[in-house]
């Protein structure tokens, strides 16, 4: 996943502790508040289990003041003491990704993007930059238009945030973009699944069809508003003309980021709960049938000529 930036990075952190043998005691202990490496930057983590495997330990730590979907085992090279010191470098990280760090130390899922956007929320530019109704960048101050609460809770599948992860070093570490148009497009993808489920239940169910339209419909609408990294932005107003839908140009890769966005969308449509429901369950196959076909669906590299043509310094994320 967060490999490439995370090894750059790990040596302005001065991860040492990588570098230590393995050992019968651990470094850290079930329920430490830490640092943790995602991405380019530092957060703060805490660590829930802690287990000895094949002579290594790994941490399962909780990102704090995010969903608990970005939860996952570590290794003890990704982890640094919560010190006042390491505090330091880790405003330090944010300062040179351009971050502001007085917002670092917000608590709130609200005021997470602005120290966290680039390594998380923004990894996916999906998680809370938009969500609470403000865009990355935005300063409104519009926070609290959506309760954690009673946004709906799409487990999107471990591999499958591992490909959000990946694209988002792709695009913004990177500067590469996804080479348009794709195939399968998402129209593709929602056709195929369509198939799929007929065949699996011997018949078209009519609601199968109504939530796929839907996906799309949302897809097309939200796709320029809050599913684009800015790097893409100009590669979208190229490929997408004469009122042609995101639908039949864009692939799995942008469609997988729409998943992040819909409890946030769903948020602010009137659904009854017991409908909410169901669609959580077909959401969620949705997304096991796209981890089942993820090596096909999915590109495993993306081309680095689009976004270096013409890209100038102020164009970077």
């Known amino acids: 996943m967060g490999n490439s930036s995370k090894d750059d990075s790990a040596s302005d952190g001065d991860t040492s502790s990588g570098d230590t043998p393995p050992s019968k005691s651990s470094l850290y202990s079930e329920g430490e508040k830490v640092l943790a490496y995602h991405g380019p930057r530092l957060y703060e983590a805490k660590v829930q289990k802690a287990e000895l495997r094949k002579k290594e330990w790994r941490y399962f730590v909780h990102y704090l003041g995010w969903n608990k979907?970005?939860?996952?085992?570590?290794?003890?090279?990704?982890?640094?003491?919560?010190t006042e010191?390491?505090?330091l470098k880790q405003q330090a990280?944010?300062?040179?990704?351009?971050?502001?760090k007085n917002v670092k130390s917000g608590r709130s899922a609200q005021t997470k993007p602005k120290s966290s956007t680039d390594a998380k929320v923004e990894k996916e530019d999906l998680k809370n930059n938009v969500s609470k109704g403000k865009k990355r960048k935005s300063?409104?101050?519009?926070?609290?238009?959506?309760?954690?609460?009673?946004?709906?809770?799409?487990?999107?599948?471990?591999?499958?945030?591992?490909?959000?992860?990946d694209d988002w070093e792709f695009v913004t570490q990177q500067d590469k973009l996804v080479k348009l148009p794709r195939s399968p497009t998402v129209d593709d993808i929602l056709t195929k699944y369509l198939e799929y489920r007929a065949k699996k239940d011997g018949m078209m169910t009519d609601s199968i069809g109504e939530i796929l339209k839907g996906i799309r419909c949302y897809f097309d609408k939200a796709l320029p508003v809050m599913l684009?990294?800015?790097?893409?932005?100009?590669?979208?107003?190229?490929?997408?003309?004469?009122?042609?839908?995101?639908?039949?140009?864009?692939?799995?890769?942008?469609?997988?980021?729409?998943?992040?966005?819909?409890?946030?969308?769903?948020?602010?449509?009137?659904?009854?709960?017991?409908?909410?429901t169901r669609l959580q369950q077909k959401v969620l196959d949705f997304l096991k049938f796209l981890q089942k076909n993820q090596s096909t669906f999915f590109l495993s590299a993306y081309d680095g000529s689009k976004v270096s043509e013409g890209k100038g310094k102020g164009k970077d994320d």
Do not use: C
């Open 69 to 82: 979907n970005w939860d996952e085992w570590v290794g003890v090279d990704r982890l640094m003491k919560h």
């Open 228 to 276: 684009l990294y800015k790097k893409e932005r100009k590669q979208y107003h190229e490929a997408v003309v004469d009122n042609v839908s995101p639908s039949t140009v864009y692939g799995a890769e942008h469609l997988l980021r729409l998943f992040v966005k819909l409890p946030e969308l769903l948020a602010f449509v009137n659904i009854e709960e017991e409908t909410l």
């Open 139 to 165: 300063e409104s101050g519009v926070e609290d238009n959506v309760s954690l609460e009673k946004l709906v809770k799409i487990q999107i599948p471990s591999t499958l945030r591992k490909q959000l992860v």
């Open 93 to 100: 990280l944010d300062k040179k990704q351009g971050v502001d």
């Open 85 to 87: 010191e390491n505090v």
